[in-house]
């Protein structure tokens, strides 16, 4: 499994940009797909955008055209470049990594990181 941490979380008016990082840890061979989710206050968690060891990336409608997902494999981390932010996208934006390992798959979460928009 892997352990992710995620920073770059806060506050920026509407038309800003973010930057978030999500840095993992343990058994980064392992990992198949690396993404982005978030949740916000009274909603479930969804898709923001996905990469996978091959590169692939898909996004979120909502967010096509603003956000970038983008990996430094030398550093283990996957970024997330948020722009012409909007309020609606204020939500905890959490790190998602999953794989497989001796046969046992696994989903691993990071702790999440704040995003706050203003109008």
């Known amino acids: 499994q892997v352990q992710l941490v995620e920073s770059g979380g806060g506050l920026v008016q509407a038309g800003g940009s973010l930057r978030l990082s999500c840095a993992a840890s343990?058994?980064?061979?392992?990992?198949?797909?690396m993404g982005w989710y978030r949740q916000a206050p009274g909603k479930s968690r969804e898709l923001v955008a996905t990469?996978?060891?091959?590169?692939?990336?898909n996004y979120a409608d909502s967010v096509k055209g603003r956000f970038t997902i983008s990996r430094d494999n030398s550093k283990n981390t996957v970024y997330l470049q948020m722009n012409s932010l909007k309020p609606e996208d204020t939500a905890v934006y959490y790190c998602n990594g999953n794989g497989e390992f001796l046969g046992n798959g696994y989903d691993n979460w990071g702790q999440g990181t704040q995003v706050t928009v203003s109008s």
């Open positions: 990469i996978t060891r091959g590169g692939s990336i």
């Open positions: 343990g058994r980064i061979f392992s990992i198949l797909t």
